[in-house]
């Protein structure tokens, strides 16, 4: 029961008088010129960059001192067979190639203090590329959000094991672009940072998506009463939820 106490008090002081808080991350971000536009959004707002990318680099380090966290957005095989690019992580590889790969994926990306997958919904069902990832993960210290492009993901359970922090994508904001649609995914966003605590929203550096967070963002984060956090600030509040439910569980024994 103690323990359980204290899980819910940390829950409480990382998310003081239960303001919600929603963690946005741009990723896709590295080879379009256009993609520079993101760093004109508040630096609350995580910046995830493609390894191996022209502009990866130098997007990354200019993020960085524009105050943003940056994640590497790490390329992954898909059921559907598209092509990865520079990097892209595939079930053909041993445990050596894939380990490297992941290791130069993440050298790639100054400042990185996390990754994400881009794509990924073959290679994150396989429990050994994602005991691998976790491995290199937890070596170089970085936490791991799960995008979770299927719901048969292994990422958690294999996280779990080797103790990598993990979130995991809520919603996804701009699979369409018309304002309607923007406008609705973000609400839903809110609704769910303030339900539970804290939310993670996906977007990508379109054009249209940079321009609707530049002129609504601000302004219905205020009226929700909904906090912008970098991707990594949620992570004690994730750790003390997960803590009390699993004490709670015990409890139950």
């Not at 508040?42 to 105050?67: D, M, N, R, W, Y």
């Not at 290791?103 to 790639?108: K, Y």
Request: net charge neutral; glycine share 6%.
């Amino acid at each position: 029961m103690r323990r359980l106490i204290l899980g819910l008090f940390l829950a409480l002081c990382c998310n003081p008088c239960n303001a919600g808080q929603l963690a946005i991350i741009i990723d896709d971000i590295g080879y379009r010129h256009t993609d520079e536009d993101a760093l004109s959004l508040p630096s609350g707002i995580t910046l995830s960059v493609l390894p191996h990318t022209p502009l990866g680099q130098k997007l990354a380090e200019q993020g960085h001192h524009k105050g943003h966290e940056i994640m590497v957005h790490l390329p992954m095989q898909a059921l559907n067979g598209k092509a990865m690019g520079p990097g892209g992580l595939n079930n053909q590889m041993d445990e050596q190639d894939f380990k490297l790969a992941v290791e130069e994926a993440l050298s790639s990306v100054p400042y990185a203090k996390g990754s994400n997958n881009h794509m990924g919904s073959l290679l994150t069902q396989l429990d050994k590329p994602m005991q691998w990832l976790m491995e290199v993960l937890r070596s170089e210290n970085l936490y791991f959000v799960d995008s979770m492009t299927t719901r048969y993901s292994k990422a958690s359970k294999e996280a779990n094991t080797f103790n990598v922090p993990l979130l995991r994508r809520q919603v996804f904001l701009d699979n369409q672009l018309d304002q309607a649609t923007l406008a609705k995914q973000l609400e839903q966003a809110m609704t769910l940072a303030k339900q539970d605590g804290q939310a993670v929203l996906i977007a990508h550096p379109y054009p249209e998506t940079i321009a609707f967070l530049k002129r609504q963002l601000k302004e219905r984060l205020k009226r929700r009463g909904v906090e912008l956090v970098k991707a990594s600030e949620l992570l004690s509040f994730q750790f003390a939820k997960e803590q009390s439910k699993k004490d709670s569980s015990n409890e139950q024994l």
